[in-house]
């Protein structure tokens, strides 16, 4: 029998957190929680540590740990706050596997400890390999730490190359579903509203990925985690729409064989995998009928009228720490448009923007990086200050 996993779930609040959580209620033969960790909803995660009773808890806002504190208190269960102390916790012997589910940069710094720690990663945070994939590429393979992905494209892309170790891959084709807006454009996009954004057909996640999804900034975002996780050049990267959101992604090989990987989409499954790896574990999920689906549709993307794809691909290729400063400028515009602050369309203006007004460095080490998020999140509120909706 597989040995007992112990988690450490960073963000276990979120979309992605309660999921890994849901997974590992599942199966507590595999799985123990060893440690938990949420930024402000001190509520959902003082139930959470009651539910599953892990070794400690860090609760990010420092803020809300007296509370927290208080509410565990006479149970054996340690508690911390703040992002050094996650940062130490998540090195603890103790800790088989790290999910890093905390949303956008905020995850850097704790996905890089669990890194060095040479910890089994089972990375949700694309935010993290966006900002700093070449470091933590580079990182992972000095500390011995295996990357599995949670994010879904990338969960199929890896389970695509179990077995291929010696096989040169041509290139990789990343499914995107398109989001609420396939199809339209801009004359439409520039009344379009957070609440609507907010819809995605296929799926439901945070609040940032799901807006994401609808200027495909999440596909862009997507194509550098690809990049960095499995050690690919820029050309090789595809991106293809496909709006049934069947096909996860795909893998084209030397001697012109796809293989795809499919399933209903359900981020337990990739969460599952990511955790139990290389094991397969028999769940109860929903089984993939292709008598409901009668037809899978694939089209190009529409660079032009989700012009988030192409300042993101742009940025891919100029390297260093453009990404970055593309991430940096993006958390700023989503986090305004979510409050109606910004439009749709100026979105992207202010991301293309923002890329030509912070320096270019070419080698970035970690303190660049925390440099060049800064700026570009004060070129972006900047920016953002002078939309005509934020007056
Ligand atoms: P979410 O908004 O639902 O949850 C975010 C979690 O991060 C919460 O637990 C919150 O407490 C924590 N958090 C937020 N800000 C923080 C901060 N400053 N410091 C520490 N913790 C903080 O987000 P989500 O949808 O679960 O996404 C999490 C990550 O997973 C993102 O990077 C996202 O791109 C990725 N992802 C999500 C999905 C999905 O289906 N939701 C799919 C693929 C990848
Ligand atoms: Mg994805």
């Known amino acids: 029998m ?107 710094h704790s996905t890089i400890a669990a890194v060095r720690a040479g910890k089994r990663i089972a990375l949700a945070n694309k935010e993290t390999l966006v900002v700093a ?25 890896f389970q695509c190359l179990v077995g291929e170790k010696y096989n040169a891959v041509e290139k990789v084709i990343l499914t995107a579903s398109g989001g609420p807006f396939l199809g339209r454009k801009p004359n439409y996009l520039v009344n379009v509203k957070a609440s609507h954004a907010l819809q995605h057909p296929n799926w439901t996640m945070g609040a940032k990925i799901t807006i994401d999804s609808a200027t495909l900034m999440n596909k862009g975002l997507e194509m550098i985690e690809a990049k960095w996780l499995f050690g690919l050049q820029n050309e090789q990267i595809d991106v ?100 109606n602050r910004v439009s749709f369309i100026e979105m992207s203006d202010v991301i293309e923007t923002v890329a030509t007004r912070v320096a270019f460095i070419e080698q970035p080490g970690l303190e660049d990086h925390e440099q060049s998020d800064k700026e570009a999140r004060i070129r972006a509120a900047e920016l953002v200050k002078k939309s005509q909706l934020s007056h």
């Open 133 to 157: 994939g070449d470091l933590v590429a580079r990182l992972a393979m000095e500390h011995k730490a295996a990357i599995v992905p949670v994010d879904s494209e990338h969960s199929a892309i």
């Open 240 to 339: 293809v729409i496909h709006p049934q959101s069947i096909i996860h992604s795909m893998v084209q090989f030397s001697d012109s064989s796809v293989k795809a990987q499919m399933g209903l989409p359900d981020m337990k499954l990739p969460i599952q995998y990511a955790l139990a790896f290389p094991d397969r574990v028999k769940n109860e999920f929903k089984r993939l009928d292709f008598k409901e689906f009668s037809k899978l549709s694939f089209e190009q993307p529409d660079y032009k009228t989700f012009r988030n794809l192409a300042l993101a691909k742009d940025a891919m290729y100029r390297g260093g720490n453009a990404p970055c400063v593309l991430n940096a400028a993006n958390e700023v515009v989503v986090h305004a448009f979510l409050q």
């Open 2 to 108: 597989a040995q007992l996993k112990r988690v450490a779930i960073l963000g276990s609040t979120g979309s992605i957190g309660t999921q890994a959580l849901e997974v590992i209620a599942a199966h507590p033969q595999l799985f123990e929680v060893e440690v938990l960790c949420a930024h402000s909803n001190s509520n959902l995660l003082i139930t959470q540590a009651k539910q599953f009773r892990p070794n400690a808890v860090v609760v990010t806002d420092e803020t809300k740990y007296a509370e927290v504190k208080e509410a565990l208190g006479g149970l054996p269960i340690k508690v911390f706050a703040g992002h050094t102390s996650l940062a130490d916790v998540v090195a603890w012997e103790s800790v088989d596997v790290v999910v890093t589910a905390i949303v956008g940069f905020a995850g850097l």
